[in-house]
C-alpha cells in the first residue's frame, strides 16, 4: 500500500500529518544518524519509550539497520533500568527522555554510545543517562495508576503477587533492606511440634501437605546419591563461572551477588534427568516421591523447570512468592504446580533455609478474588542433607539469607499440570543428544509426549519435533572447571558479558563462590 500510494496519510498527530512517503523520508534521516554513530548490525539499543512520533520513526530505523530494540519501560527504578542495561553483551545506545515532539534526527545524535563496561563503572545515580533524576514510586509487578482496564487485564492485575508485595514481602533494592522489617527472622514463631520433619510414611506426609502446605520426605537420596549431586552441582557451577556464563543472584549492601543459580539440569548430567524422571537409579525415594506428586498434579504432570540454587553467604533474603503466582486470582483448592527440591545440605534457620509461611495455601484459596489477609508469620524449613522438599504450589515461600560461612545447595524441580506452558521450554532447550537417550517417560515428563486424544503434539505424534529453532542455538551442557576452551565456544553467549563483569566484582570482594576461581577468559 505504501508503494501504490505514498502521499495517503498514514501517521496522525496532534493535528499533524505524515504521508507513507513522510515516514519512510524520516526513518531514512534516523537511519543515516544511526549508521553515522557508528550502530552496526545486531547491536542492542534499549530506548525509553513514549507516545511520540520521533519514537515511532526511531523504532522502525533501528529495524532497518539490523540493530535490535530493546524498549525500557518508562515506570522502572533505576537499579532496574541498570539491571537491564547491563545485561546486554553489546554495544548499547540510551536516549534521553525528553517529553514533547521534537526532530528524529536530532534526537537520535544525542544518542550515547556506550560499552558495557563503561555502563558497570559510570552508571551512577547522579548520573541517568537517561535522566530519571528520581526513583519513581511503584509496586513490583504492578502498577496502579487508576485507570479502569476491560476485564481481561483487569483480572490478570489481580494475581496474588501484588498482594505479597503490598504485604512488603521483598528487599527494597535503595536500601537493601525488606520492607517488612523481619518476614525473613524466624526465631520462636513457631515450636518444633507445629512443624512438618522429615518422614518416610506417606500417610504423614500427605497429611503435612494438606494442613501446612509442605512436607518433608527423610532420606530421599542415600549417602551416595548425595554425594554424586554435591559433586555434579559443584562441578557444574565452577564449570559455568570458568566459562563466563554463569548466573548470579542476590547481593550484598554493595550490590555483589552471593548466590549462583543453574538452570536446564536435565542437559547438565544424567542423575539431572534421572530426578525429574524419578528414577530409582538416582533417587532412593522415588517411587514415594512420584506417587504424592501424581496425587497432588494428576497423572501426566509435567516438568516445569529443573535448577539448582547455590546460596552464599551475605546475601538477602528472596521476594516471598507462589511458585502459581503468574495465575490470577481466585486459586481453586488444589494446586496448579508443585515443588520438589533435595536438599544437598543441611537447612535451618541460620543459612538461610527456604522460608515458608505455612498454612497460607489455603488463606490464598480461601481468600477468592478478595485481597489476602495478613498471613502468619515465617519459618525456614529445617532438615538434614539428603531431605526431599515439597512444596504446594499456593505455598507462600522464597530463599532465605545465609548468615553462615558455608554454602547452601538446593536442587529445584518444578512440575504443573499437562496444560499449563511450561517455564523452561525443554522443545527449544533440551540437548540432541539427551533427547536421543531419554527414556519414553522422562520425554512424557518433559512434555514431549501428546495429551489427551493427540491434542498438543506434532500430527498427533507425541514424539512431536525437537529441532531448536535456530540453527545455531546451543544448550549450555555438562561442564567442569578443566574445561579450559569453554570460555571461548560459550563467548557469543547472552550472559557472558554480565557475568565475567560480576565475577570480577565477586572476586575482589572475596564471595565464597569464586574464591578460588580463575577469572574466565576475556573478563
Known sequence: MAARFPHLVELVFNAQNWTFLEIRREMDRASKVL?????????????????EPDWFFLMFAIDRIGAVQIP?????????????????????????????????????????????????????????????????TRKVGFVDDGRDYPLYTRYHRNTVQRDLVDHGYYVDVEENAPQKVGYDTTEGNYTPSELPVPESDIDRARADLVTHGYCLIAEALSDDQLAMYRARVDEQAAGERRAGIASFASADENGVATNQFLSALV????????????????????????????????????????????????????????????????????????????????????????????????????????????????????APAGTALIMDGRLVHGTGAN???ALRRLIILTFHK???????QWMLTLDKGVYASASPKLKERLGFQAWH??????????????????????????????????????????????????MGKMKTANKLLTRDDDLPEGN
Open 403 to 405: 548468615r553462615s560461612d
Open 35 to 51: 549508521l553515522s554513530s557508528g550502530v552496526d548490525a545486531g547491536d542492542n539499543i534499549a530506548i525509553r519509550l513514549n507516545n
Open 72 to 136: 525500557v519501560n518508562t515506570r522502572l527504578w533505576t537499579e532496574d533500568l541498570k539491571y537491564v542495561l547491563n545485561q546486554s553483551d553489546m554495544r548499547i545506545l540510551s536516549t534521553h527522555d525528553v517529553s514533547g515532539p521534537q526532530d528524529c534526527q536530532g534526537m537520535a545524535a544525542k544518542l550515547f554510545a556506550l560499552t558495557c563496561d563503561r555502563l558497570g563503572v559510570s552508571f551512577e545515580r547522579s548520573l541517568f543517562m537517561v535522566q530519571i533524576n528520581q526513583k519513581i
Open 267 to 382: 542437559n547438565k548430567g544424567q542423575c539431572f534427568a534421572d530426578a525429574v524422571e524419578m528414577s530409582a537409579r538416582s533417587i532412593q525415594q522415588a517411587e514415594l516421591l512420584d506417587q504424592l506428586m501424581e496425587e497432588v498434579l494428576g497423572r501426566s504432570f509435567i516438568c516445569n523447570s529443573a535448577s539448582a540454587a547455590l546460596a552464599g553467604p551475605g546475601g538477602t533474603p528472596q521476594m516471598l512468592h507462589c511458585g502459581q503466582s503468574m495465575i490470577p486470582k481466585p486459586w481453586p483448592p488444589w494446586p496448579y504446580e508443585c515443588f520438589l527440591g533435595f536438599m544437598l545440605d543441611d537447612f535451618n534457620a541460620e543459612n538461610g533455609g527456604t522460608l515458608v509461611i505455612p498454612g497460607s495455601h489455603t488463606i490464598l484459596s480461601d481468600a477468592g478474588t478478595d485481597p489476602i489477609p495478613e498471613l502468619p508469620p515465617t519459618t525456614n524449613v529445617t
Open 418 to 424: 499437562p496444560f499449563i506452558r511450561q517455564q523452561e
Open 453 to 502: 486424544g493427540g491434542l498438543g503434539g506434532f500430527e498427533g505424534n507425541g514424539e512431536g519435533s525437537v529441532a531448536p529453532l535456530r540453527d545455531d542455538y546451543r544448550s549450555v551442557g555438562q561442564l567442569t572447571p578443566q574445561d579450559h576452551d569453554a570460555s571461548l565456544s560459550y563467548a557469543a553467549h547472552s550472559r557472558g558479558q554480565y557475568s565475567r563483569r560480576m
